[in-house]
């Protein structure tokens, strides 16, 4: 492709960012968001994370590192996510 058609496609595609996206769904808009599906979303984003970089991307120490240890690394802090603490609490000790 020649450099300046390479220079006027990226110029295009930031055009394109510019525009307006759709509005989200009302319903999703109005969900809670609850300690709780914070906490999933915040693990799942961690997990696709790992996912990634270690299948997608192919970050060399994750490709290389053996499946169990991942798990060995990963899941406390998995767990320290999903498990509230008392001082992750909102104070009556439900996370919520």
């Avoid at 109005?30 to 299948?55: D, F, Q």
Wanted: hydrophobic share 45%; aromatic share 0%; charged share 15%.
């Amino acid at each position: 492709m020649p450099a300046a058609v390479g220079r006027s496609v990226l110029a295009d595609s930031g055009h394109h960012r510019a525009q307006e996206r759709p509005a989200a769904d009302a319903s999703v808009l109005s969900r809670r968001v609850t300690s709780t599906t914070l906490r999933a979303g915040i693990v799942s984003s961690m997990l696709v994370g790992l996912v990634v970089g270690r299948g997608v991307v192919g970050v060399a120490t994750l490709a290389a590192a053996e499946r169990a240890k991942l798990i060995m690394l990963v899941g406390p802090a998995v767990q320290s996510v999903l498990v509230p603490t008392p001082s992750a609490t909102d104070g009556n000790g439900t996370g919520s």
